[in-house]
């Protein structure tokens, strides 16, 4: 998830507001201190601009 962040040239705080989401639980959830619900993941990906299948690959 970070890596496509920073790949769109966003900050943390730009996806947790495009996603509607609060800064802090969207950093819980990239520093995977946090498991999203599926509808979080499909915010999150439409905020960042990427497929679901980019945002949750591992590396």
Same mark, same amino acid.
């Given at each position: 998830?970070?890596? +496509?962040?920073?790949? +769109?040239? #966003?900050?943390?705080e730009a996806v947790a507001l495009r996603a509607g989401l609060n800064y802090g639980h969207y950093n819980r959830i990239e520093q995977g201190h946090a498991s999203p619900l599926l509808d979080? #993941?499909?915010r999150l +990906? /439409?905020?960042? /601009? =990427?497929? #679901? +299948? /980019? #945002? =949750?690959r591992e590396e």
């Amino acid at each position: 998830m970070r890596a +496509a962040r920073i790949q +769109a040239g #966003l900050t943390q705080e730009a996806v947790a507001l495009r996603a509607g989401l609060n800064y802090g639980h969207y950093n819980r959830i990239e520093q995977g201190h946090a498991s999203p619900l599926l509808d979080t #993941l499909f915010r999150l +990906a /439409d905020a960042i /601009d =990427v497929p #679901l +299948a /980019d #945002l =949750v690959r591992e590396e």
